[in-house]
């Protein structure tokens, strides 16, 4: 009898480090000896790029342009450590809902048991998180997710989207969601940061699972097409994504956030915004004297 995997969803705003997370969590996963699924559920398909030394894999939009008919396992191929890849891939630019192929491909594989025949660890889903709807928010609304984790730097806008990702959450709570397990707190390297993110996770009554620093290695492997787990295993940034991948899997208990409104949200963002303006001019006036 096939083991139920673990599945999780990892949302954050396009461009915030989102995919590189998730691929070396699942890296650091398969590393670690378990049976993996990387899902991208992006409308560009290139969640599992690193996953397979840069290649690109047909999504399962793309099959199924093809032919009205699909065997789900040929939108699954093998990367790194035996990972299964899978793109939902999505519409033409400006025609159609870019949530659409998350929807057909999870439905798909679900229809032909695909999970369960490989009998997986664990299913991570990688969710564009800049709008949570239609598509995009299926992992939290069919509750196809257990857990759902949010990749956030201390940028407004990357914050801005964390916010409405919890309240997405929250909505969908009382009908079977899933809950949030965490934020993960990405390209972290000074104080300020640290403080501004803990401070917005300390007000949405959400915990930190890892923080992360930007570092010139994680560019360096994706250039060459891999992840940092892959490219660099001996490096600390790997060992960083190690910790998160040991967090996740352990991770069992998750909740419903406690997001701001729209008002608070602003007004939380100019304090910090004046206290950022007090920390300049007082190092100014330190260098002065």
Request: hydrophobic residues 40%; aromatic residues 8%.
């Amino acid at each position: 009898m096939s083991r139920k995997p673990k599945q999780i969803a990892i949302y954050g705003k396009g461009g915030i480090g989102k995919s590189t997370t998730t691929s070396n969590i699942s890296a650091a996963l398969a590393e670690a000896g378990y049976k993996v699924m990387q899902f991208g559920c992006d409308p560009k398909a290139d969640s599992t790029t690193t996953l397979r030394g840069g290649e690109y894999i047909p999504s399962v939009l793309d099959l199924l342009a093809e032919k009205r008919r699909v065997d789900a396992r040929e939108a699954v191929f093998k990367g790194f450590a035996g990972i299964y890849c899978v793109e939902a891939g999505g519409p033409a630019p400006g025609v159609g809902c870019a949530g659409r192929g998350i929807i057909t491909a999870v439905e798909l594989l679900k229809q032909q048991r695909v999970f369960e025949d490989l009998d997986l660890d664990f299913v991570i889903y990688d969710v564009l998180g800049d709008v949570v709807c239609g598509g995009f928010a299926v992992p939290v609304r069919e509750g196809i997710a257990e857990h759902v984790f949010t990749v956030s730097s201390a940028d407004f806008m990357a914050i801005y989207a964390a916010n409405n990702l919890f309240r997405g959450i929250e909505k969908f709570s009382n009908s079977g969601g899933a809950l949030l397990g965490g934020i993960i707190a990405n390209s972290i390297n000074t104080d300020f940061q640290r403080e501004i993110i803990e401070d917005f996770a300390a007000k949405t009554s959400t915990p930190i699972v890892q923080f992360v620093p930007r570092s010139l290695t994680v560019t360096q492997a994706e250039l060459s097409g891999k992840t940092t787990i892959e490219a660099a295993p001996q490096s600390e940034q790997a060992d960083v994504y190690r910790a998160l991948a040991r967090h996740i899997a352990g991770h069992e208990q998750s909740k419903v956030p406690t997001p701001l409104s729209q008002t608070e949200l602003r007004d939380w963002s100019a304090s910090w915004a004046e206290h950022i303006v007090q920390m300049e001019r007082a190092e100014r006036a330190r260098a002065v004297a």
